[in-house]
């Protein structure tokens, strides 16, 4: 079964981290099997949810990074 026909049997699905970096990165063999998940989401046919933990993974990349530029 692939994940557009797996995710017609759901109303909301629960994001970890990985899919989400996954995408921001682009990685070369797991991005394009996170896309279907996130146009279902964008196109409204499932919502998603997610933890503070995920939240936390995803922005700490960016966070040091800003801190970075901040101290040149």
Same mark, same amino acid.
């Given at each position: 079964?692939?994940? /557009?026909? %797996?995710?017609? $049997?759901?109303?909301? @699905?629960?994001?970890? /981290? +990985? &899919?989400?970096?996954?995408?921001?990165? %682009?990685?070369?063999?797991? $991005? &394009? @099997?996170?896309?279907? #998940?996130?146009? +279902?989401?964008? $196109?409204?046919?499932?919502? %998603? @949810? /997610? $933890?503070?933990? /995920?939240?936390?993974?995803? #922005?700490?990349? &960016?966070?040091?990074? =800003?801190? =970075? =530029?901040?101290?040149?």
């Amino acid at each position: 079964m692939n994940i /557009t026909r %797996a995710l017609n $049997s759901y109303r909301r @699905v629960f994001l970890d /981290t +990985a &899919p989400i970096i996954y995408l921001i990165e %682009a990685h070369p063999i797991f $991005s &394009p @099997v996170c896309i279907p #998940i996130f146009e +279902a989401i964008l $196109s409204g046919k499932c919502n %998603a @949810v /997610t $933890s503070p933990i /995920t939240l936390a993974e995803c #922005i700490t990349q &960016p966070i040091r990074l =800003l801190l =970075l =530029l901040v101290q040149c």
